[in-house]
């Protein structure tokens, strides 16, 4: 799905031509690209449109760091693209189809879009009316020039050098070149030369460089200009779209004038005093608060990127002449919230946040924007710029009340002394407040002492004295601070391996990810069917905990390998999967699901696995078993049941339903209630293991809210 929350600055494409016959291997990448214009119809297409519907999931507006994109129904995708202009629109309609998760989509109900790019000017019209959105162009030429005649396009007028691989036994030819300042990749194409991938590499605000990796197939002939019918697009780890192309229309009208109103914008900042020391900052769609201090400021968000954040700091700094910003307070993790963050480090700021995205800004910040470099001083940057430590503060905390779909859990912030407050209303809220922070850090510490957790902070120099005291400032230190309490045990980092069902695997892995960051934790998983995890455990290798169907803890010999105590992570019933867009059967009523599963012609599943056990005794109930047998096409993994019938190989998948809930897939619904039986995920640690306490540590970690939430959008229920 392409959307406007995206923000991307800028980059190099390479493009990669796979299963290219000898012939061609020996010619210039001119003569290659000139072939490939010419399989796809390309050469006299000056413009193009086409429609599509599917799925997408908004970038950069994850319920929780590390996480996946929240998912998004792309009912209809209509892109109009001047090849000859540089110019695109993008009409589309939409609807969330999880709760969590941001992107100013509505909770109900669908929403409308129309956006354009034109050379180096981009707007969103609202009402009728043109809106300004200077920091969308660099995303939004990007997808332009990574469609398949886009690329072809690029790569024709830019300098290319052709290199050659062997993959898989077959020649690959590479054409790489570069858009200054705007984008990378590399594409491949099939036997026809018709262009099947393009992996982009590009500039982000937060993640300072991402990758970008678009498939195109079941090309189909359209006027005589072939073009692909599936597009699916991944970006920073995570899928962002997957649709499946209607109409392709080429040479259509696709003059898009530029409003005067785009043409003349600059960015405008505004500032209203609201108390003594108290400034609310606007004039653009996300707005901030500055607060004055002693000898410093304070500034509450700095969202979008360097072309906002930029200007509301020089804004911000001028009400109070001579004193710097030195504390950088972020609401959470979204994009469009963290987009300035490291224009603001380059200020010398501490960055505040919640305790949970700290890791995740460390990592992100640690990567240069080398493709589109920001302001000397930024952080990931030459040079960089200075990074305080917080001082002067006591902790605090606060429950975020922001847009219904950002996060609900508590942030954790370190909030300076000396705040201003107005009257005495003021000051008994503040004293209610400082009650409230007095009782939940002893209940913090109370839990804290039940189990410990791995210290966040600088390492302590000799002498007990905070390390970062024995350091000139701005050399070495973290722009990132999440006020952990100082009584914190610390626990040694370790390297865990986990057993685990593969039908688990897509919120474990997520979970696992975060884990790490938050404690420095190593995770190392292997996932398997019921059988599979029942030999690696009782065969005697090492393993410290298991993650797995309650069935395996009925093998008496792989019981034995686990200390006593079970302790219960999820559960996911049966459903049914078809192709996306493909015509869903009824499975209502059981009667409905028995002929279903008859008249299909073929099933993805995993017999040997615990959903197959479940599954055998819901075809002997409907009395089928024996037809079953003919129609089940057994994988190995659930990955591959996604694979088998997203290609079409089968028609149905049948299986547990967070599985079938992926890319490619158009979920029918779950079994009927008469017929539904669950798989039950349990955790125990390993009776041999060395690292009893991290393991501890990862299993009470899957049982926290956070962690109920991941289980919950992954379509599983947790406990």
Known sequence: MFRSKIVLLGSVVSVAFACVS???????????????????????????RYAAEGTGYTFGQAFVPYTAWPKITVHSQVRTINYDTGSMREDFVLSRAEPKGGGGYPLSGEQKNEFYVSGGHAWNVAGGNPVPGSRFVDARR??????????????????????????????????????????????????????????SRIPDPVLGVTTVVTTYSDYRDFGGVKHPTRIRQSQGGHPVLDVTV????????????????????????????????????????????AIEMRDHLVLVEAPLGDARSGPVIDQVKQLAPGKPIRFVINSHSHFDHSGGLRAAAAEGATIVTQSGSKAYFDKAFSVRNTIAPGPPGEIGQEGEGRRRQGHDAHERRHA???????YRRRAQRRVPDGLPAEGKAADRSRRLHAARAERQAARDAQRQQRQPRREHRAPQARGGQDSSAARPRGTGERAVHHGQHDAEAVMPAAELQILAGGGIAAPLRELATAFEGATGHKL???????????????????????????????????????????????????????????????????EALKKTLLEARSIASIPESATGYLLERVFERLG????????????????????????????????????????????????????????????????????????????AYLKTPGASTVFRVKGMSPG
């Open 246 to 289: 209607k109409e392709v229309q080429p040479n259509v009208a696709a003059d898009f004038a530029l409003p005067d109103a785009v043409k003349n914008a600059t960015e405008r900042v505004t500032t209203e005093k609201v108390a003594e020391g108290v400034w609310f900052v606007a004039g653009g769609s996300h707005n901030s608060v």
């Open 524 to 590: 190392v998983i292997r996932f398997g069917t019921t059988p599979e995890l029942i030999k690696m455990a009782a065969s005697g290798g090492p393993f410290d905990l298991a993650v797995v169907p309650v069935d395996v803890m009925k093998d008496t010999a792989t019981r034995a390998r686990f200390a006593p105590g079970e302790t219960g992570i999820a559960r996911v019933g049966l459903g049914v999967a078809v192709r996306a867009g493909a015509v869903k059967p009824d499975i209502r009523t059981p």
């Open 142 to 199: 990007h997808q332009l020039w990574i469609t398949p005649i886009g690329v072809v396009k690029a790569a024709m007028r830019n300098k290319s050098d052709l290199q050659f691989q062997n993959k898989g036994g077959k020649s690959v030819a590479a054409v790489s070149f570069t858009e200054p300042g705007q984008f990378m990749a590399t594409a491949y194409f099939n036997d026809d030369f018709l262009v099947e991938r393009v992996e």
């Open 624 to 699: 089928i078993t024996e037809a079953m047998m003919e129609r089940i096409k057994p994988q190995p993994t659930p990955a591959r049941i996604v694979e088998s019938v997203a290609n079409g190989e089968t028609e149905l998948g049948v299986f547990l339903t967070n599985v079938l809930t992926a890319p490619g897939l158009d979920v029918v619904g779950p079994f009927p209630p008469e017929l539904q039986l669950e798989v039950v995920y349990t955790a125990a640690v390993a009776a041999n293991t060395k690292e009893a306490e991290a393991a501890k540590a990862f299993i």
């Open 22 to 48: 000898t012939r061609a291997l020996a010619e210039s990448a001119e003569a290659l690209l000139k072939r490939s214009a010419n399989a796809m119809g390309a050469t006299n297409v000056k413009t193009l």
């Open 400 to 406: 975020h009340a922001g847009h219904p779909a950002h």
